[in-house]
């Protein structure tokens, strides 16, 4: 009996016909993944990064300090005084000189008193003052005008003593008594205070370093021979 194969349903494609046909699909697909991820990374937004530092070159060595003149051998400040003056029983030799701030002033008197048994007391006493401690104790017999590096000269006690009264209350004054010194008739009496770095020269110090001569004169008063060598910082 004859059949109709109208009726039968056709074959499927052949495999290959179906790849075919989906191939530009998925080549589509890839080209499109790809420019999408590409505009992504392009979207995307980059962290910034630091430029890397140079190399730090060694800082030039710089130049050692210069030696100030205490380190080269020499006080910044200097002064010696050297004089003789003749003083009566009742007068002590008095050093007046600029101080070293600006404005003041510095006083030194020494005062003889001879001992029973020969010898020589010296009483030292020294005043840092103002101009205005000055003026108040009308101290200008004592402080000339003109101050010259050897000048010593020979007033009353009295008048020393009264000017002590006067300024050594006062805050712009500060006066220091040293220790009595004492010597034979004719010779000298030392007092030093110094400092001074470790293996540095003898003569290389800062401080001062007082010495006093005094010999007796036939009518009870004193020659008093003065060498003061005062050291000090700026």
Same mark, same amino acid.
């Given at each position: 009996m004859?059949?109709?194969?109208?009726?039968?349903p056709?074959?499927p494609?052949?495999? =290959?016909?179906?790849?075919?046909?989906?191939?530009?699909?998925?080549?589509f697909? *890839?080209?499109?993944?790809?420019?999408?991820?590409?505009?992504?990374i392009?979207l995307r937004?980059?962290?910034p990064?630091a430029?890397?530092?140079?190399?730090?070159?060694?800082?030039p060595?710089l130049?050692?300090?210069?030696?100030?003149?205490?380190?080269?051998? &020499?006080?910044?400040?200097?002064?010696?005084?050297?004089? =003789?003056?003749? *003083?009566?029983?009742?007068e002590a030799?008095?050093?007046?000189l600029?101080?070293?701030?600006?404005? &003041?002033?510095?006083?030194?008197?020494?005062t003889?008193?001879?001992?029973?048994?020969?010898?020589?007391?010296m009483?030292?006493?020294?005043?840092?003052?103002?101009?205005?401690?000055?003026?108040?104790a009308?101290?200008?017999?004592?402080f000339?005008?003109?101050?010259?590096?050897?000048? *010593?000269?020979?007033?009353?006690?009295?008048?020393?003593?009264?000017?002590?009264?006067? /300024?050594?209350?006062? =805050? &712009? /004054? &500060?006066?220091?008594?040293?220790? =009595?010194m004492?010597?034979?008739?004719?010779e000298s009496?030392?007092?030093?205070?110094k400092?001074s770095?470790?293996?540095?020269?003898?003569?290389?110090w800062?401080g001062?370093?007082?010495?006093?001569?005094?010999?007796?004169? /036939?009518?009870?008063?004193?020659q008093?021979? *003065?060498?003061?060598?005062?050291r000090?910082?700026?």
């Amino acid at each position: 009996m004859p059949t109709d194969d109208s009726n039968l349903p056709s074959d499927p494609a052949p495999a =290959t016909e179906v790849r075919g046909r989906w191939l530009p699909f998925l080549l589509f697909a *890839v080209a499109l993944g790809f420019v999408i991820s590409v505009l992504f990374i392009s979207l995307r937004p980059r962290v910034p990064t630091a430029d890397p530092k140079p190399a730090l070159s060694a800082a030039p060595a710089l130049p050692s300090p210069k030696s100030d003149s205490t380190d080269a051998g &020499t006080p910044a400040l200097s002064r010696r005084v050297r004089g =003789t003056v003749r *003083v009566a029983g009742n007068e002590a030799a008095v050093v007046a000189l600029p101080g070293q701030t600006p404005g &003041t002033n510095l006083l030194i008197s020494v005062t003889p008193f001879p001992m029973p048994d020969g010898t020589v007391q010296m009483s030292i006493r020294e005043a840092q003052l103002s101009e205005s401690a000055i003026d108040l104790a009308d101290g200008g017999e004592l402080f000339p005008d003109s101050f010259e590096p050897d000048r *010593v000269n020979a007033i009353p006690i009295p008048r020393v003593e009264s000017f002590r009264e006067v /300024t050594e209350w006062l =805050t &712009t /004054t &500060t006066w220091i008594s040293y220790p =009595t010194m004492v010597a034979r008739d004719g010779e000298s009496a030392h007092f030093v205070s110094k400092i001074s770095k470790p293996g540095a020269p003898e003569d290389d110090w800062l401080g001062k370093s007082y010495e006093i001569r005094t010999k007796s004169l /036939t009518d009870g008063g004193f020659q008093i021979d *003065v060498d003061l060598d005062l050291r000090e910082l700026k």
